[in-house]
Structure formats: structure tokens, C-alpha cells
């Protein structure tokens, strides 16, 4: 992988997570990279990136019901977009991840995967990866 490699998302709904589980790990075997680690990041402030259950549906389903329920969209928010649920939901979760690589294969326990977090959608996003060979 060289520098930084990226790839574009669209979504489809307000709050939405999409599995990126399985572009990251063709991502890697591609770039050919070995055991470090990788960072996954997204350069949006209302987008997101974490690591959850991907088993199950419902758990993402779940997560972005809490988030509505913790940051509900209300008149209170002085940001005049009217997303500022939005960018909270964000701070929350956090724009990156860092995963540590294996022999081109990201470590993650028998139900993780890697969701990138739409708070503020339809839109188009990117994410952005970079491998630290190590």
C-alpha cells in the first residue's frame, strides 16, 4: 500500500453504518502489507469510524438508535446547518480507528467489524487508509 490509499462511500440514510469490514481487508491484500498497523479514517466532521459487532444487524441498528436518543435533533443547537446532532454523534464516536495488521489481515475478535458511521446522510463520503508497516 503506498502512502494512504481511499475509497468513496454513499449512503443512503441519516444515521446508517456500513460494514467497510471487507474493502478494508481487499484493500490490504492488494497493497500487499504485511503485519503493522493500520490507521481508517474518515475526514468528515459528521461521519464516524468503529469497530462493533457485525453479526448481528441489530447492533448497529441499536448504537444508532442510542446515538438518536442521547443527541435528538431539537431547536437548542445554535449551528445554523441544523446538524449539530450530527457533529456530536461524530465527537462521540470518533473519525478514526487503529487496527493492528497481521500478515495482511486486520486482528479482529470473531464478531468485530469495521463500520464507517453516516450521521448526516444521504451523502457521498471517503475513507481514508494508511498501513504503518512495523
Known amino acids: 500500500m503506498s502512502s494512504y ?3 468513496e462511500i454513499r449512503t443512503t440514510e441519516k444515521i446508517q453504518f456500513v460494514d467497510i469490514t471487507t ?3 481487499e484493500m490490504l491484500r492488494a497493497g500487499k502489507c ?3 498497523i493500520l490507521l481508517v479514517f474518515t475526514p468528515h466532521t459528521t461521519a464516524a469510524v468503529t469497530i462493533n459487532e457485525n453479526a448481528d444487524p441489530a447492533v448497529p441498528q441499536d448504537i444508532g438508535e442510542f446515538l438518536r436518543r442521547l443527541v435528538p435533533a431539537q431547536d ?3 449551528h445554523r ?3 449539530s446532532p450530527a ?3 461524530s465527537s462521540l464516536v470518533g473519525a478514526s480507528e487503529t487496527l493492528v495488521v497481521g500478515n495482511g489481515e486486520p486482528i479482529l475478535g470473531s464478531w468485530q467489524g469495521i463500520f464507517f458511521c453516516e450521521f448526516d446522510g444521504p451523502r457521498q463520503r471517503r475513507v ?3 498501513f ?3
Do not use: T, W
Open 5 to 7: 490509499q481511499a475509497f
Open 23 to 25: 474493502r478494508v481487508r
Open 34 to 36: 504485511g503485519s503493522g
Open 76 to 78: 437548542q443547537f445554535r
Open 81 to 83: 446547518e441544523g446538524n
Open 87 to 89: 457533529h456530536i454523534m
Open 128 to 130: 481514508f487508509l494508511k
Open 132 to 134: 504503518i508497516p512495523g
